[in-house]
């Protein structure tokens, strides 16, 4: 709560030699005065108990008068709490009603977005920023929620395509959007009649699948590449994914010396907290063994130290990292002819389309990534297959 107490401002005498008693409010170190209306000479003042002397004429009415000033301005700080400011307890003292300003819609995504980073989803975060960030600089200022309407969003779609963005990424900047503006109404910052998305087509496309053969795969292992360059690291992160039944880039650069128990990674995706257990074959070993730096908690040279994880920054180091990868995995999927781009999601869906091609099933398949498989209700009631039938899989599928 913030610190009131009534002074004589002895800093600058008025033209008649008297000075102002004012209340003087200290709220976390930013110190405000109000001023009381009343002037007096310095020696009418008892400092130590804060009031006029006795002997000044009508001294009595004046410090009740202070005591009443000094206890309305108590009870509004009061009734402010944390939402304090000297704005606010000025126009409480004043009697008029206070006019808000309107919450924005940059203001208002920023307290979404900086909830979101509390409750650590981090990526989601990211998307979000972005998101408002482009809205924000397309406007050239911030905008109201009222002014994010039909004809601003259908302006804002044909600048992004224009600019060459691809359909997934216009669908994801309007679904973050549209998830703010939905949020806001259910706050009341916005009245439901502005919805803008009626009339809104979020159109998205099918990814391409991005599998690559068993030859492919001998190609790229193939390659001479100089040692701990970036590019030869770049074909390691890939290889190691393959290798670990296409175990994500983000899960791959959080891997510690912890999660290998028994000659197996266990580890929880952090996508859908799901728990793994991956055989570790020796080309993986091999791997980690040529990349891991000593001292290191992280088998893999991705987070440097000090960095904490599952932040903002951490986000950014492995999406850059991933950026990094994918061009110089595009650079040697053309050098040995691929005929199409290889990116660190393709180790996923390579083991999968190599195992479907050697005859394993959709059901055991489906297990080993961690997907389930047809009707999710029937699922339930599925025995999951036995560790030893994956991990023959598994070593089929990389050998």
Same mark, same amino acid.
């Given at each position: 709560?913030?610190?009131?107490?009534?002074?004589?401002?002895?800093?600058?005498?008025?033209?008649?030699?008297?000075?102002?008693?004012?209340?003087?409010?200290?709220?976390?170190?930013?110190?405000?005065?109000?001023?009381?209306? /009343? =002037?007096?000479?310095?020696?009418?003042?008892?400092?130590?108990?804060?009031?006029?002397?006795?002997?000044?004429?009508?001294?009595?009415?004046?410090?009740?008068?202070?005591?009443?000033?000094?206890?309305?301005?108590?009870?509004?700080?009061?009734?402010?709490?944390?939402?304090?400011?000297?704005?606010?307890?000025?126009?409480?003292?004043?009697?008029?009603?206070?006019?808000?300003?309107?919450?924005?819609?940059?203001?208002?995504?920023?307290?979404?977005?900086?909830?979101?980073?509390? =409750?650590?989803? /981090?990526?989601?975060?990211?998307?979000?920023?972005?998101?408002?960030?482009?809205?924000?600089?397309?406007?050239?200022?911030?905008?109201?929620?009222?002014?994010?309407?039909?004809?601003?969003?259908?302006?804002?779609?044909?600048?992004?395509?224009?600019?060459?963005?691809?359909?997934?990424?216009?669908?994801?900047?309007?679904?973050?959007?549209?998830?703010?503006?939905?949020? =806001?109404?259910?706050?009341?910052?916005?009245?439901?009649?502005?919805?803008?998305?009626?009339?809104?087509?979020?159109?998205?496309?099918?990814?391409?699948?991005?599998?690559?053969?068993?030859?492919?795969?001998?190609?790229?292992?193939?390659?001479?590449?100089?040692?701990?360059?970036?590019?030869?690291?770049?074909?390691?992160?890939?290889?190691?994914?393959?290798?670990?039944?296409?175990?994500?880039?983000?899960?791959?650069?959080?891997?510690?010396?912890?999660?290998?128990?028994?000659?197996?990674?266990?580890?929880?995706?952090?996508?859908?907290?799901?728990?793994?257990?991956?055989?570790?074959?020796?080309?993986?070993?091999?791997?980690?063994?040529?990349?891991?730096?000593?001292?290191?908690?992280?088998?893999?040279?991705?987070?440097?130290?000090?960095?904490?994880?599952?932040?903002?920054?951490?986000?950014?180091?492995?999406?850059?990292?991933?950026?990094?990868?994918?061009?110089?995995?595009?650079?040697?999927?053309?050098?040995?002819?691929?005929?199409?781009?290889?990116?660190?999601?393709?180790?996923?869906?390579?083991?999968?389309?190599?195992?479907?091609?050697?005859?394993?099933?959709?059901?055991?398949?489906?297990?080993?990534?961690?997907?389930?498989?047809?009707?999710?209700?029937?699922?339930?009631?599925?025995?999951?297959?036995?560790?030893?039938?994956?991990?023959?899989?598994?070593?089929?599928?990389?050998?």
């Amino acid at each position: 709560m913030a610190n009131i107490k009534t002074l004589l401002d002895l800093r600058r005498a008025k033209s008649d030699g008297t000075f102002n008693i004012i209340f003087r409010i200290i709220d976390f170190k930013k110190v405000y005065t109000i001023n009381s209306g /009343v =002037a007096l000479q310095q020696h009418y003042w008892d400092e130590r108990k804060g009031q006029v002397v006795k002997e000044y004429p009508n001294a009595k009415l004046l410090n009740i008068k202070l005591s009443k000033h000094f206890f309305k301005i108590e009870q509004a700080v009061l009734s402010l709490d944390d939402e304090f400011s000297i704005d606010k307890l000025k126009a409480m003292l004043s009697g008029k009603p206070q006019v808000e300003t309107p919450e924005t819609f940059q203001i208002f995504a920023d307290k979404v977005i900086q909830q979101m980073l509390e =409750a650590n989803r /981090v990526g989601n975060a990211i998307v979000y920023r972005t998101a408002v960030n482009r809205l924000i600089t397309y406007c050239g200022k911030d905008v109201t929620f009222e002014e994010v309407n039909y004809k601003l969003l259908d302006q804002f779609s044909h600048h992004l395509t224009t600019s060459g963005l691809k359909i997934n990424s216009v669908s994801n900047y309007f679904r973050s959007i549209r998830a703010i503006y939905n949020k =806001a109404i259910k706050m009341k910052v916005v009245d439901r009649s502005f919805y803008p998305f009626h009339d809104i087509s979020i159109k998205s496309e099918k990814t391409a699948k991005r599998a690559i053969l068993k030859d492919d795969i001998a190609k790229l292992l193939q390659i001479h590449v100089e040692k701990n360059s970036t590019c030869w690291r770049s074909l390691n992160y890939f290889m190691l994914s393959f290798f670990l039944r296409g175990i994500s880039f983000t899960d791959l650069a959080y891997l510690k010396h912890s999660n290998i128990i028994d000659g197996r990674i266990e580890y929880k995706r952090r996508k859908t907290h799901q728990n793994y257990s991956v055989k570790l074959f020796p080309e993986a070993e091999s791997i980690i063994n040529q990349m891991h730096a000593p001292g290191s908690d992280y088998l893999l040279p991705i987070i440097p130290f000090g960095v904490t994880e599952d932040n903002v920054r951490a986000k950014r180091i492995i999406q850059q990292c991933i950026k990094t990868t994918n061009k110089y995995l595009n650079r040697l999927s053309a050098e040995v002819g691929l005929g199409s781009s290889v990116t660190t999601y393709s180790s996923r869906h390579s083991f999968a389309t190599i195992a479907k091609r050697m005859g394993y099933s959709n059901e055991l398949i489906a297990e080993a990534l961690g997907h389930q498989h047809g009707n999710k209700i029937t699922n339930i009631y599925l025995d999951t297959f036995e560790t030893k039938v994956i991990d023959e899989m598994h070593q089929h599928v990389i050998m």
